[in-house]
């Protein structure tokens, strides 16, 4: 089924106690679209890069089957650049650096082609801007979308005008806390889920992710990956893939739900192992099944005799 991306393209400069690179490939819709690729080969991508983004970047979106028809490019200046260290506690980072530069005007205009979408991926963008994609989208089946704290710090009426009008919701804990203004995540998530979205996933980085919907929870494990060097990208990885799964089976059920959070947390444990998308670039189709069955070991429990 066709999923829609829209969401920034970026270059990041990225520092970890385990290594540094000064620019390399980023970006919401970048990582959603390389993720949710290995799994259904319709993704349509919205964003804008500027004068300086590469052909070698736009080529491997390229050969992973990303339609790149509403990538945008304005000369009149660079691509969105961000800058980050992080601390050995790879939860917490600082950001160093932010250019917005051509993304500071962006303006997502959906192709015709695009505009019959049944699913939709709504990066981390202004939530107006969110809102005006899907004014443009004629019927679409599923709608998710992602949001942060400066949005709901910022624009809090946009953003639940928006909430109004998607069906999954995935955010963090303490981006589900702030939004709910409920420190009980329980409680948030019930909250949160009264603003519009029928189904919530909370991720909490190592510690996995919560699945809401209604009236279930599922609580998935986070696999427990030895070299992290970037978690850089794991958030929209995790979108991506979870996206790319229910697109690919067309299938909204609660059990595949489940399956989807699992195949979500697959995509970002690759993601974490190398910096910026390069994990994400020549992964197999057995990688991603292998490490999926080894997710559903993590979660299993024996029955008492």
Request: glycine share 8%; aromatic share 10%; net charge negative.
């Amino acid at each position: 089924m066709s999923l829609l991306v829209v969401g920034s393209v970026a270059y990041d400069g990225i520092e970890t106690p385990f290594g540094k690179v000064d620019k390399i490939l980023g970006g919401s819709a970048t990582y959603i679209s390389l993720t949710s690729s290995y799994f259904t080969g319709n993704v349509n991508l919205v964003g804008v890069v500027g004068k300086d983004f590469a052909e070698d970047d736009i080529s491997l979106l390229e050969s992973k089957n990303v339609n790149l028809k509403g990538l945008q490019r304005d000369y009149s200046g660079n691509t969105f650049f961000w800058r980050g260290k992080y601390h050995y506690d790879l939860n917490n980072r600082d950001t160093l650096d932010t250019q917005l530069n051509v993304f500071e005007h962006f303006d997502p205009l959906i192709p015709e082609e695009y505009k019959n979408a049944k699913y939709v991926a709504l990066g981390n963008i202004e939530p107006s801007l969110q809102n005006k994609v899907l004014d443009q989208i004629e019927d679409p089946d599923y709608v998710v979308m992602d949001t942060m704290n400066f949005w709901i710090d910022g624009t809090p009426d946009a953003l639940k005008r928006t909430l109004k009008l998607v069906d999954l919701l995935v955010i963090n804990d303490s981006e589900a806390r702030e939004l709910a203004d409920e420190p009980n995540l329980f409680r948030a998530a019930e909250k949160v889920m009264k603003m519009g979205p029928e189904t919530l996933i909370i991720k909490k980085g190592e510690h996995g992710a919560l699945l809401f919907t209604r009236g279930e929870i599922f609580s998935a494990p986070a696999y427990p990956v030895i070299d992290i060097f970037d978690p850089t990208g794991a958030g929209d990885s995790f979108m991506g893939g979870m996206l790319g799964w229910i697109a690919y089976t067309n299938d909204r059920s609660s059990q595949n739900l489940r399956r989807a959070v699992i195949f979500g947390s697959v995509m970002a444990s690759f993601c974490v192992e190398e910096f910026g998308p390069e994990r994400l670039k020549n992964l197999t189709e057995k990688e991603i099944y292998d490490r999926y069955r080894e997710f559903r070991e993590l979660s299993q429990i024996p029955e008492i005799s």
